[in-house]
């Protein structure tokens, strides 16, 4: 007997996803990571945002930065 799987639950994983990012919670693109300096900084892979590593396992939008000495 086939078991039968709703298109709506095969869409669950990404429309968690795409309300995570909604509240700020990232995940990276793994191929579009790099070192900048101060952190790692990357792209979501469901949004495509920039993001930047706060913690071990905590991703945020990149806010840009503004300040005397920046340009």
């Given amino acids: 007997m086939k078991s039968i799987v709703l298109p709506s639950l095969q ?14 919670h990232h995940r990276p693109e793994l191929g579009t990571v790099f070192w900048d300096g101060l952190c790692y900084v990357g792209q979501c892979v469901q949004c495509g945002t920039g993001i930047r590593r706060m913690s071990k396992t905590r991703w945020l939008r990149d806010e840009p930065q503004s300040g005397p000495g920046l340009a």
Avoid: G, S
């Avoid at 869409?11 to 700020?24: A, E, N, S």
């Fill in 11 to 24: 869409l669950l994983p990404f429309r968690l996803q795409t309300l995570r990012c909604r509240f700020d």
